[in-house]
């Protein structure tokens, strides 16, 4: 037993053209057939819908790895030019330490000389 319907002009039979109509009776297997296609349209559609969202999802995690791996790069380039930074301070600090011991066994040498110089001054004033 087959029951008949009445739908509206968007749906057709297969085959025809749309016509302007404005009620148009059809048979239930058309319909039925008219409904699936429907059916699995959306549902392609809807398939259609998640892949572009999950590709899009991928594509930001994938993104926001990227900056991650990027500001750890640019950390470490930081820290490494701070650790040089540190170094190039301690071996100026060390150079100015032995330029100063430099100049301190100068100072004390020389002291040394003139002391010398005083005594065979003395020396040779009594004789």
């Known amino acids: 037993m087959c029951l008949l319907a009445v739908v509206p002009a968007t749906v057709r039979r297969e085959g025809e053209e749309e016509e302007d109509r404005?009620?148009?009776p059809v048979d239930c297997q058309t319909v039925n057939t008219v409904y699936k296609?429907?059916?699995?349209e959306e549902e392609e559609e809807e398939e259609e819908e998640e892949e572009?969202?999950?590709e899009e999802e991928e594509e930001e995690e994938e993104e926001e790895e990227e900056e991650k791996e990027e500001e750890e790069e640019e950390e470490e380039e930081e820290e490494e030019e701070e650790e040089e930074e540190e170094e190039e301070e301690e071996e100026q600090e060390e150079e100015e330490e032995e330029k100063e011991e430099e100049e301190e066994e100068e100072e004390q040498e020389e002291e040394e000389e003139e002391e010398e110089e005083e005594e065979e001054e003395e020396e040779e004033m009594q004789e």
């Open 37 to 40: 296609k429907e059916e699995e």
């Open 52 to 54: 572009e969202e999950e």
């Open 22 to 24: 404005e009620a148009l």
